[in-house]
């Protein structure tokens, strides 16, 4: 663990993670071992929401694995991050075929709304990130808008702002 003076949350989600990797028994001196190491970033990034740089090294110090292995499969496989996402992360295709149905429009009314950019921060209160994709496969829906895994299709700018305002109340 680092060095730093820990938050109580912060303790606890690091002792969270010590506990799933010690009932994996791993043993320092096997090279398998490494073959374990994706199911750890999993937990991990479930427990902190994202693969911060002190998270890949209390990993690589539990799993007696360099940091450099671990730091390398965090930034090779898209599913992990290392930046803080919202709770509810929303996924906006710019896809050919939801780029000319005007995928544009929406994500320009998701910022404008949540007035934050796509790929950066999440909101003030921890509640939205938003990004842009090439293709989420879903062409025959365009445009289409994902909400964590939900999928929402032939959206408006308008729906949109419904939508998010849903998930707004379900918060409230």
Known sequence: MCEKKLSEAAQAKFAELDEFIAALHLDPSDPRRRGRLIQVLHRAQHIFGYLPREVQQHVAAKMSIPE??????????????TKP????????????????????????????????????????????SISALRCVGACGLAPVMMVNDKVYGKVTPAMAVKIIEEYKAKEA
Request: hydrophobic share 40%.
């Open 68 to 81: 450099s292995a671990v730091s390398g499969v965090v930034s090779f496989y898209n599913y992990f991050t």
């Open 85 to 128: 996402k919202g709770k509810y992360v929303i996924n906006v295709c710019l896809g050919t075929a939801c780029y000319v149905k005007g995928s544009e429009g929406v994500l320009t009314e998701i910022e404008r709304v949540l007035g934050v950019k796509a790929d950066t921060t999440p909101t003030a209160d921890g509640l939205f």
